[in-house]
């Protein structure tokens, strides 16, 4: 009488087991070299050629395309000030070592996350899950986590290991929802280890030709890499036709403004491989 229930304990956790790997979301396929569109900026109807598009995770999927999700990952939105000054988060948020908000000198009122401790990385990436939840119920196919070179910017505050432990935590949890990730910049500084250790399942490159490293993601990538150059560059013009001749048969390259904005604004400018 054990044995026989005993067995059909066993067979009923087996069971469950098979409908659990059945029922888990399947990732989409990455459309390696798709045309892509750049909307993080604002969102605008994409040409009908294009394959791939990236937008905030504020905006809404294009339906038939492999969609992107913009989340700021590792730092804040102007936007969002409030909320990450909170009682409930100001703690989240890195302080210099005179105790001020560590804001990014390049874009005003962005402030780093502080991912120095595993009780604040669970802690933010409870907040991240949420938008990647918001982002796999809207129907985009993967995530676009912005700002992983904190490390680098944070005059020694931050390390890669601890941005990297907060990256694995969102991308297991995409990953549970059928989503994939993509390691933003960071070629170099990371070499393997974005794949390696967070789980990212390819890569988008801003400007990995001025800093001479678009091998560093194609290296670990393959042909899942986007590379997007900006045309406040020197020699935008000239450098990217250099770049189109070296990867733009292989690789999805797109030339862009440097504040992404949508294409009813007179700063707009797209250009692609």
Same mark, same amino acid.
């Given at each position: 009488?054990?044995?026989?229930?005993?067995?059909?304990?066993?067979?009923?956790?087996?069971?469950?087991?098979?409908?659990?790997?059945?029922?888990?979301?399947?990732?989409?396929?990455?459309?390696? @070299?798709?045309?892509?569109?750049?909307?993080?900026?604002?969102?605008?109807?994409?040409?009908?050629?294009?394959?791939?598009?990236?937008?905030?995770?504020?905006?809404?999927?294009?339906?038939?395309?492999?969609?992107?999700?913009?989340?700021?990952?590792?730092?804040?939105?102007?936007?969002?000030?409030?909320?990450?000054?909170?009682?409930? @988060?100001?703690?989240?948020?890195?302080?210099?070592?005179?105790?001020?908000?560590?804001?990014?000198?390049?874009?005003?009122?962005?402030?780093?996350?502080?991912?120095?401790?595993?009780?604040?990385?669970?802690?933010?990436?409870?907040?991240?899950?949420?938008?990647?939840?918001?982002?796999?119920?809207?129907?985009?196919?993967?995530?676009?986590?912005?700002?992983?070179?904190?490390?680098?910017?944070?005059?020694?505050?931050?390390?890669?290991?601890?941005?990297?432990?907060?990256?694995?935590?969102?991308?297991?949890?995409?990953?549970?929802?059928?989503?994939?990730?993509?390691?933003?910049?960071?070629?170099?500084?990371?070499?393997?280890?974005?794949?390696?250790?967070?789980?990212?399942?390819?890569?988008?490159?801003?400007?990995?030709?001025?800093?001479?490293?678009?091998?560093?993601?194609?290296?670990?990538?393959?042909?899942?890499?986007?590379?997007?150059?900006?045309?406040?560059?020197?020699?935008?013009?000239?450098?990217?036709?250099?770049?189109?001749?070296?990867?733009?048969?292989?690789?999805?390259?797109?030339?862009?403004?440097?504040?992404?904005?949508?294409?009813?604004?007179?700063?707009?400018?797209?250009?692609?491989?």
């Amino acid at each position: 009488m054990v044995a026989a229930t005993f067995l059909s304990l066993l067979v009923s956790t087996q069971l469950a087991l098979v409908l659990s790997v059945q029922a888990a979301p399947t990732a989409a396929t990455f459309p390696a @070299n798709g045309k892509f569109d750049y909307q993080i900026g604002g969102s605008y109807t994409a040409a009908a050629d294009v394959k791939v598009v990236d937008r905030d995770h504020s905006e809404s999927p294009v339906a038939g395309l492999f969609n992107i999700c913009y989340i700021n990952a590792f730092q804040t939105q102007p936007e969002e000030k409030s909320f990450w000054t909170s009682s409930a @988060n100001k703690d989240l948020l890195l302080l210099t070592k005179a105790g001020a908000l560590f804001e990014d000198k390049d874009w005003p009122g962005e402030y780093f996350l502080d991912t120095t401790t595993d009780a604040k990385r669970q802690r933010i990436a409870t907040i991240l899950n949420g938008w990647i939840d918001d982002c796999a119920s809207k129907g985009f196919n993967a995530i676009e986590p912005d700002n992983l070179d904190t490390f680098t910017r944070s005059n020694g505050l931050l390390t890669a290991d601890n941005n990297l432990a907060l990256a694995k935590l969102f991308t297991d949890h995409a990953h549970s929802l059928g989503l994939l990730v993509a390691q933003k910049n960071t070629g170099d500084e990371l070499g393997s280890t974005g794949k390696s250790a967070a789980g990212f399942d390819f890569a988008l490159a801003e400007e990995c030709n001025e800093y001479e490293e678009c091998d560093s993601y194609t290296d670990v990538y393959g042909a899942n890499v986007i590379e997007i150059e900006y045309t406040d560059a020197d020699d935008a013009s000239a450098n990217f036709k250099a770049v189109c001749k070296a990867r733009g048969s292989s690789i999805s390259v797109i030339l862009r403004d440097r504040d992404v904005v949508a294409s009813s604004d007179k700063a707009y400018h797209y250009e692609e491989c």
